[in-house]
């Protein structure tokens, strides 16, 4: 396994499940840094440096179209989880967040 491999696909998971732990603010960080991570690399690489998967390079043909969109769908969800990364850490960060979600509600009734 590539560190690739690692940062587009296990790093994400791990990312999910951490959140739905005490240690959400750790996945935060991790989802920020392995989607931010991705962005760069399938910018990059689909983008910027020339070979078999730029998407400027490639030969017409039937399958160019397709992989055009592949290709900015993937990298759109891959700045989207970068976004949603960083507001979770932002959101986690602030003092209110501290408290379980779906933790108990006290509703305190006036005396009158």
Do not use: K
Request: proline letters at 8%; one cysteine or more; a negative charge.
């Amino acid at each position: 396994m590539g560190i690739c491999d690692v940062v587009i696909y296990l790093a994400p998971i791990v990312a999910a499940v951490l959140l739905w732990t005490p240690l959400r603010l750790a996945g935060a960080w991790l989802l920020l840094g392995s989607m931010a991570g991705s962005l760069a690399f399938e910018f990059a690489y689909h983008f910027l440096i020339p070979g078999s998967d730029n998407v400027f390079t490639l030969e017409p043909g039937a399958w160019l179209a397709p992989f055009w969109v592949s290709t900015v769908l993937l990298v759109a969800a891959s700045g989207l989880g970068a976004l949603v990364g960083g507001w979770a850490v932002l959101r986690l960060q602030r003092p209110e967040a501290s408290a379980p979600p779906g933790g108990p509600v006290v509703i305190e009734r006036g005396q009158g």
